[in-house]
């Protein structure tokens, strides 16, 4: 099987690939053990991901959440693929649900080369596999989705069906919203792309996994992505923990920003 030329395309494919697996795997294991299966999928997946990064790209360095020693040669690569194999593992584990995915993002150093301070660089490609949706979903920079349509109603706020942040109850009455409770930070992220929610907002800190290849394709939709502070998301830093993200519409940003700044939320992570 040949891979796709262009970086975009190729994340699109081997994010697809990956998901294509790990529902074949859910269909082999079954659900009676959920830790092996989720041990199974977060394997599996990066086993997949891994070999074809260095098939088609041997050139690059890659971030994956199952690597157990981040190479710290990425700091100097030009190129970096940030990937998460299986972004959800307690969802996967779920017979009917679909709210998971996997993550393959780019990450390029800005022009300068070598010698460009750590970090300076941007997320160039990335693509989102949501395989348990109908269809086998996948959203991709290379074919950005659609700007959502305005939504009529309060403003739909995704938030962790088990591990709501305590200030959520503040934002919704400050903005007239309402919370959707739902699984993977990549699924949250990827359903205000699709119009499905409004905004993500998490602060409780991630690593850059969970939401590079996301934000990339948000970028490319046209809607905001960024810090809780305003300030840009930046990615192969030497420690990837990555303290809180915003992704909404455009339109929503300056106000969700506003009550944020007012709420103090993020300010705990101000010396990180």
């Known amino acids: 099987m040949v891979a796709p030329a262009g970086d975009a395309a190729f994340a699109r494919w081997l994010a697809g690939r990956a998901g294509t697996g790990l529902c074949e795997l859910r269909e082999e294991l079954g659900f009676g053990d959920a830790a092996a299966l989720r041990a199974a999928g977060d394997r599996r997946s990066h086993e997949l991901l891994t070999s074809e990064l260095a098939r088609w790209r041997p050139g690059d360095a890659v971030l994956s959440e199952e690597d157990e020693q981040h190479d710290h040669a990425r700091l100097s690569a030009e190129r970096v693929w940030i990937v998460d194999p299986l972004d959800g593992t307690r969802e996967f584990a779920e017979a009917g649900r679909a709210d998971w995915a996997v993550h393959v993002a780019l ?29 086998g979903t996948v959203l991709g920079t290379d074919a950005p989705p659609a700007y959502p349509p305005m939504h009529g109603g309060p403003i739909r706020l995704a938030a962790s069906r088990t591990r709501p942040p305590g200030f959520l109850a503040d934002l919704c009455e400050r ?79 300056p106000r969700l920003l506003e009550v944020l700044r007012e709420l103090g939320v993020g300010r705990e992570n101000d010396a990180m």
């Open 107 to 135: 990450w390029q150093r800005s022009s300068g080369g070598g010698g460009t301070p750590v970090g300076a660089g941007r997320l160039v490609a990335g693509a989102v596999a949501l395989p348990a949706q109908a269809g």
């Open 175 to 253: 903005v007239d919203g309402e919370v959707v409770p739902m699984g993977s930070a990549g699924a949250k992220m990827a359903a205000v792309v699709q119009g499905t929610v409004d905004a993500y907002v998490h602060a409780g800190g991630q690593y850059e996994w969970d939401s590079a290849a996301p934000v990339a394709v948000a970028l490319a939709a046209g809607l905001h992505a960024s810090r809780v502070d305003g300030s840009p998301l930046a990615y192969n830093r030497p420690d990837p923990w990555l303290p809180d993200v915003l992704v909404c519409r455009r339109d929503l940003a």
